[in-house]
């Protein structure tokens, strides 16, 4: 079955640090990957996506995150952190059942990251 | 586009009351995501359909919770009767690929309490 792991729950950085948010995973094929963004009190935003192309995905305000199936790791990261990057960050692989039932994703439980002035 | 929009954003009500949970997905998009949020459990995944038909209602918790879907425009998630242990952000998403993508849009939630 697979399965996703976020490593810390809260990750704190100062304002122009990089950025680290890690992520391992569990998966008996090659999966899918993905970040979701979730802003306070709002819905959660894609934030890239790892389909089996190339290793290193770019995503969206800076975000990157590389996939390493010797680790079976996709670490997200960014450069410099901005105050606006202050949110809950979700790991989730899109998971494949072995017989029957439906495609899910399967979301990690989530990295609070707060950045500080 | 406006997005995927739901209502209400909150919702407080006592337990054995309806509620209802509406949400209006993103034009064109043919699949609808119901999702739940909790501190406990995190982001669980209730029921989904494509092209208006519900195709996968394992995450629907119990008899309590329904969902319907009686136009591409419009979904509902009702819960009779509501339990305190109810209470949580309910989140609304919709694609245009499904899950294979997985580029689900969301909306905002309806944070649900129930005294």
């Known amino acids: 079955a697979q399965s996703v792991t976020q490593l810390d729950s809260h990750v704190s950085v100062s304002e122009g640090t990089p950025v680290l948010l890690r992520c391992n995973y569990s998966s008996s094929y090659s999966p899918s990957l993905f970040w979701y963004v979730q802003h306070p009190n709002k819905g959660l935003q894609l934030l890239l996506k790892y389909t089996s192309a190339a290793t290193l995905v770019k995503g969206i305000n800076g975000f990157e995150a590389e996939f390493k199936k010797s680790e079976t790791s996709f670490h997200l990261t960014k450069p410099s952190a901005h105050m606006s990057d202050a949110a809950e960050y979700f790991c989730?692989?899109?998971?494949?059942?072995?017989?029957?039932?439906?495609?899910?994703?399967?979301f990690g439980a989530g990295t609070r990251l707060a950045v500080h002035p | 586009d406006a997005g995927v929009i739901q209502s209400p954003r909150h919702e407080v009500t006592e337990m054995g009351q309806e509620v209802t949970l509406r949400c209006k997905p993103i034009?064109?998009?043919?699949?609808l995501f119901w999702y739940r949020q909790t501190m406990m459990r995190g982001l669980e995944l209730l029921i989904y359909?494509?092209?208006?038909?519900?195709?996968?209602d394992s995450g629907m918790p119990e008899d309590r919770f329904s969902a319907k879907m009686p136009n591409a425009s419009f979904s509902t998630l009702k819960i009779q009767p509501s339990e305190p242990r109810d209470s949580a952000v309910y989140f609304c998403?919709?694609?245009?690929?499904?899950?294979?993508?997985?580029?689900?849009?969301f909306g905002e939630g309806s944070r649900l309490t129930v005294l």
């Open positions: 034009s064109g998009h043919d699949y």
């Open positions: 359909f494509n092209n208006n038909v519900p195709i996968d």
């Open positions: 989730v692989v899109s998971s494949q059942p072995l017989s029957g039932g439906y495609n899910k994703l399967i």
């Open positions: 998403a919709s694609s245009f690929a499904g899950i294979a993508t997985g580029e689900l849009f």
